[in-house]
């Protein structure tokens, strides 16, 4: 009887939605993976139009996809992620560095759903496993609360200090509310730097106030905020002005997921905040911390390995 031998796997392709080339692209490079192509357009009537311009083979796909501005994107990358298994992928992946539609959590009016159980399912459903970069956590404690598939969670507190290390002299991490604490206390530990955490009263999207400690320790300290998602950034607005009416010098603000609704980041700016930096999980002009590696070290856990016997054939002597 003979056995035969095992049969390389095609490599890994990566394919990138619409403006997440650059990500796909350093994945590729770091990782050794196959550059896919792939058209994703609009019809005249908006609907969607996918297709696959390159070889996919039998072996692993995955789809790099931030997904800010979800509602717009999701029908595509589901459509995708169908076009990739017809055209022969064996799984298929998510690399979606922002992760939307975990706020609502709970129902917390009448009628409301909770749409992160559902995008969860959604999303389940089309792709084998997810990579994303610290997901907006609070009630829900943990991914596969919400995920039915593999997931990996890329932490950006270790990349986020290792800048303000080399960017920012005598730093005080302050994060902007109790739900902050966590992303704080990361970086604040990497970065070798004090903390402190504000209090927070929303009262509407819009309607924040915050509430701060006694700062007269820290008025020799660079102020640093840092907060995961940052979208009409009044939180970090009224914070700022908080820390400048404190004496503090202009903070650098640090968003892990720079969203930057509307007006967002000019209103920011013009609050008093001095340099305001993000991490690239979505494209923005703030982006100067890249993530990239730390999200090809998590993808190395996911992806089947390069040769696998796919199949024994039996010879009889």
């Given amino acids: 009887m003979h ?37 994703v357009r609009r019809f005249p009537d908006a609907e969607s139009y996918v297709r696959i311009e390159s070889p996919v083979g039998a072996g692993a796909a995955l789809i790099v996809c931030t997904l800010d501005r979800p509602d717009d994107k999701l029908v595509p990358l589901l459509l995708l992620a169908a076009a990739l298994r017809e055209a022969g992928a064996r799984s298929v992946g998510l690399v979606a560095p922002y992760l939307p539609y975990m706020r609502q959590d709970q129902r ?26 610290d997901p907006h956590l609070h009630r829900i404690a943990d991914l596969s609360q919400v995920y039915s598939i593999p997931s990996r969670v890329v932490h950006a507190a270790g990349s986020v200090a290792q800048w303000i290390q080399a960017h920012v002299r005598d730093a005080l991490l302050v994060g902007p509310d109790e739900e902050s604490a966590q992303w704080v206390g990361a970086v604040a530990k990497d970065a070798h730097a004090p903390f402190v955490v ?13 509430s701060v400690p006694d700062l007269e320790r820290w008025r020799s300290h660079t102020p640093v905020l840092v907060d995961d998602i940052v979208s009409t950034a009044r939180t970090m607005i009224e914070t700022v002005g ?33 340099e305001i930096v993000s991490c690239d999980t979505i494209r923005h002009p703030s982006n100067r911390i890249p993530l ?17 016997r796919i199949g024994q054939r039996v010879r009889i002597p």
């Fill in 108 to 133: 917390f009016q009448p009628g409301e759903t909770v749409s992160a159980q559902h995008v969860g399912a959604w999303i389940s459903q089309c792709v084998d496993w997810l990579v994303t970069v």
């Fill in 292 to 308: 990239a590696a730390a999200i090809a070290a998590s993808l190395r856990t996911l992806l089947p390995e390069r040769t696998a």
């Fill in 242 to 274: 908080h820390l400048r009416q404190a004496g503090l010098a202009a903070p650098v603000c640090v968003a892990i997921h720079p969203v930057f609704a509307q007006k967002a980041f000019e209103d920011l700016r013009a609050a008093g905040a001095g």
């Fill in 198 to 210: 504000l209090s927070k009263a929303r009262r509407g999207d819009r309607d924040v106030e915050v």
């Fill in 3 to 39: 056995i035969s031998e095992a049969k390389p796997l095609p490599r890994p392709v990566v394919v990138a939605m619409p403006g997440n080339e650059p990500l796909a692209n350093e994945l590729a490079a770091l990782l050794s993976l196959k550059r896919g192509a792939a058209t």
